[in-house]
């Protein structure tokens, strides 16, 4: 029964049962709370909670669209448990519960957790479908402090499942990661150094050619956006991309792919001052669903 006096329920923008029905939803939201392998500041782990928090307060009017998105179908799993100390299970777990959401036919949306949650995503997927991710770093050692599965390896597992990338705002990375992207045809990279002096626009001509006709899966690591405006994040990197410039990269992804497959935000990281990242992530999300709706 339905009781008075009740808040939002504690789910993606906060529907009630009969808005979030799982049959009939075609965005299912699945938070993975998991941090094991953070190198500087941790707390990716509270990440998930604090987007669906936030998601309670977004406005369910898209101004942009004219429309409600929400009216899709959106519904949020329980979390995933991580098996903490070990990312590859972790991995395995997202990967076996996508490829059951993909199999219903509907677009699942990861909310990490740090990056190496969106592996076991993308892992789920054919190496047809070809990965745009926005983040500050490569994300192409090979191992890190003696692990082949870490945030700082995922584009490189990547690359080698025969699946092709492009990368927007990218910042920080080592010389060998740099040599790879010179060499490797399987990789295209934004850096943000060319953002910064010749503005979005040629990156976005760029991406559009990528993602023509492709089935695309989006990787939003936070901190691709200047730490600035999102400052909740582990490894908060200088001169990032702002939100309308966020918002231009997924318009560019969605209006040219032939579909989306699935999604991810990841590297939230809450920070016990403001709520700011949190809320711009679960904005992020709700302006995706509805540029893949609205395509
Ligand atoms: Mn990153």
Redesign the pocket.
């Known amino acids: 029964m339905e009781f008075l006096y009740t808040a939002a329920p504690f789910n993606f923008l906060g529907l009630t049962k009969a808005e979030a029905d799982f049959k009939t939803a075609k965005f299912v939201v699945i938070p993975v709370p998991f941090d094991a392998t953070a190198s500087y500041r941790s707390g990716a782990r509270f990440g998930p909670a604090a987007i669906i928090e936030a998601s309670r307060q977004v406005e369910l009017f898209d101004l942009e669209s004219k429309r409600e998105p929400y009216e899709v179908g959106i519904v949020t799993m329980d979390e995933i448990a991580p098996v903490r100390g070990s990312p590859e299970q972790t991995v395995q777990r997202v990967k076996e519960t996508v490829q059951e959401i993909i199999k219903l036919k509907k677009i699942p949306i990861i909310l990490g957790g740090e990056?190496t949650v969106a592996l076991g995503s993308i892992n789920a997927f054919d190496k047809d479908v070809v990965v745009v991710t926005i983040?500050?770093?490569a994300?192409l050692r090979n191992e890190y402090e003696g692990s082949k599965v870490s945030h700082a390896c995922i584009m490189r597992r990547v690359l080698q499942s025969n699946k092709k990338i492009f990368q927007l705002g990218v910042r920080s990375l080592d010389k060998k990661e740099f040599e790879l992207i010179k060499k490797e045809k399987n990789i295209e990279v934004a850096f943000m150094q060319d953002i910064l002096s010749k503005g979005l626009k040629p990156s976005l001509k760029k991406l559009a050619g990528f993602c023509k006709n492709k089935r695309v899966y989006f990787s939003l690591?936070i901190?691709g956006i200047d730490p600035g405006d999102a400052p909740g994040t582990g490894?908060p990197e200088p001169d990032g991309l702002k939100y309308g410039e966020v918002l231009d990269i997924m318009r560019t992804v969605t209006e040219n792919a032939k579909e989306v497959v699935g999604f991810d935000v990841v590297?939230v990281a809450p920070t016990n001052n403001d709520v700011i990242t949190e809320y711009m992530a679960a904005k992020l999300i709700y302006k995706m669903i509805s540029y893949i709706k609205w395509k």
């Open positions: 990056h983040d500050a770093h994300d690591d901190d490894t590297e």
